[in-house]
């Protein structure tokens, strides 16, 4: 099936640096999904993307996050200055359309915040 | 909020034995989706299926929207399944989707 890539797959990093997570959607999709799934919590939706824009966000969408694809290059989701509290593993999706449509899910980025 | 239940919490069986899992969910679903979580944390889609009946290998899936419950039925388990099956729901509110999870059902399949 379709697949999504995330680069990379785990990333270490001090408490207060930024970090950028890559997403690579699947080809043709069109809306773009992060979610956010602490260790041995339930996974948790964090914001979805279209044309270029912030659709919806939850309250764990901190205003340390953002999110862009510039250019219809990587979807990337960025953290700065990251907590000790986004540790967790961060899932980018993508799907064609935007109602009823079928998400796609990547392998995860798991976070480790020292 | 959309709450989605999952049943039982956990499971365990014999290789060869079938397993029912099931999800209930508060809201109406316009898209249900059955997700399995390997011991190591990634994903993997396995149907997307809002209503009626999908099967895909060993795995088949009954959703009743009315009622508001899912099943997944796996056939002829393997020590390969265990692992954690998620039910995730989005329900058209006007916005774009959202997938709504279920702290999923643990298997556990033994040899």
């Known amino acids: 099936g379709p697949k999504v890539l995330q680069i990379p797959s785990h990333q270490i990093i001090d408490m207060g640096q930024m970090v950028t997570l890559n997403c690579d959607p699947v080809?043709?999709?069109?809306?773009f999904y992060w979610y956010k799934q602490i260790l041995g919590q339930q996974m948790e939706f964090l914001v979805n993307f279209y044309n270029g824009k912030v659709m919806e966000k939850s309250k764990l969408f901190k205003d340390q996050f953002s999110v862009e694809r510039p250019d219809g290059s990587y979807f990337t989701l960025k953290i700065q200055p990251t907590a000790l509290e986004d540790s967790a593993v961060y899932f980018c999706?993508?799907?064609?359309?935007?109602?009823?449509?079928?998400?796609?899910f990547g392998p995860g980025t798991r976070l480790t915040v020292l | 909020g959309q709450q989605v239940q999952q049943s039982p919490a956990s499971l365990v069986l014999q290789e060869g034995e079938n397993a029912e899992l099931q999800c209930n969910f508060s809201?109406?679903?316009?898209?249900l989706q059955w997700f399995y979580q390997s011991p190591g944390g990634s994903l993997v889609s396995l149907l997307s299926n809002p209503s009626g009946t999908k099967h895909t290998g060993r795995l088949t899936s009954t959703t009743v929207t009315k009622e508001r419950r899912s099943s997944l039925h796996i056939s002829s388990s393997q020590t390969t399944d265990s692992g954690t099956y998620l039910c995730?729901?989005?329900?058209?509110?006007?916005?774009?989707?959202?997938?709504?999870f279920g702290a999923g059902t643990r298997l556990a399949v033994c040899p």
């Open positions: 995730a729901i989005d329900k058209l509110s006007g916005s774009f989707n959202k997938l709504t």
């Open positions: 080809s043709n999709h069109l809306y």
């Open positions: 999706a993508s799907s064609f359309g935007g109602n009823y449509a079928e998400q796609f």
């Open positions: 809201s109406t679903a316009t898209q």
